[in-house]
């Protein structure tokens, strides 16, 4: 990767955050659901990948339940994933990703939901198949899931507040 550092979130980050990810989608929509995100207190892990001394690229991972006959399982939704339009294609969205996914299995999480192209997120091993069974207002063709040993593969997911006001 292009000389960047990925390192957690940190409070002092978030006007950096909002703008950076506004400057990823050239719009504010995704900004503002990561700030109500973490206003909400549902972010499970957020990582920036700082260059040059700012902000290059950021992930975050919420909360998300998937509720099934009588049982609750506590999953994560990747949303939003951005990279600086300067920096793209530097491998700066994959050592997010990546990093990501090293922390989150190794705090126990068992599934990662996440909504894009599959040609993209195929190369973390998300794949269609886990993801097909589950009822959501999401449900659909870019909806994939990555588990990490045994996890729920039916139930509806209910993501984090935020989602609800998009
Ligand atoms: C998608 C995004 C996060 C990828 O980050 P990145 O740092 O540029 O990606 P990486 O350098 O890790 O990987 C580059 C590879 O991803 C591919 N890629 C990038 N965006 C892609 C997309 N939207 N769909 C499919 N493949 C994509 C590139 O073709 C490249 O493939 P290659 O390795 O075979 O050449 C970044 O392009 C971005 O911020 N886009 C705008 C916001 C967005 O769409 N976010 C995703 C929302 S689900």
Not at 3 to 21: F, Y
Not at 115 to 121: T, V
């Given at each position: 990767m292009?000389?960047?550092?990925?390192?957690?979130?940190?409070?002092?980050?978030?006007?950096?955050?909002?703008?950076?990810?506004?400057r990823a989608f050239g719009q504010a929509l995704e900004a503002d659901l990561v700030?109500?995100?973490a206003a909400d207190g549902d972010v499970v892990l957020e990582l920036v990948?700082?260059?040059?001394?700012?902000?290059a690229g950021h992930v975050l991972f919420s909360r998300?339940?998937?509720e099934g006959d009588g049982v609750s399982c506590a999953a994560v939704a990747l949303a939003p994933l951005g990279v600086d339009p300067d920096s793209q294609r530097t491998g700066i969205g994959a050592a997010l990703v990546e990093e990501a996914h090293r922390r989150l299995e190794a705090a126990g999480e068992k599934l990662s939901v996440v909504?894009?192209?599959?040609?993209?997120?195929s190369r973390f091993g998300y794949r269609r198949g886990p993801a097909e069974g589950f009822s959501s207002d999401y449900q659909c063709d870019?909806?994939?899931?990555?588990a990490w040993g045994v996890a729920p593969t039916a139930g509806?997911?209910?993501?984090?507040?935020?989602?609800?006001?998009l």
């Open positions: 292009s000389g960047a550092i990925v390192r957690t979130a940190q409070t002092g980050d978030r006007s950096a955050i909002h703008a950076l990810v506004e700030d109500r995100l990948a700082e260059k040059d001394g700012g902000l998300l339940i998937i909504l894009g192209d599959p040609a993209y997120y870019a909806l994939q899931a990555l509806r997911l209910v993501y984090a507040h935020a989602f609800a006001v």
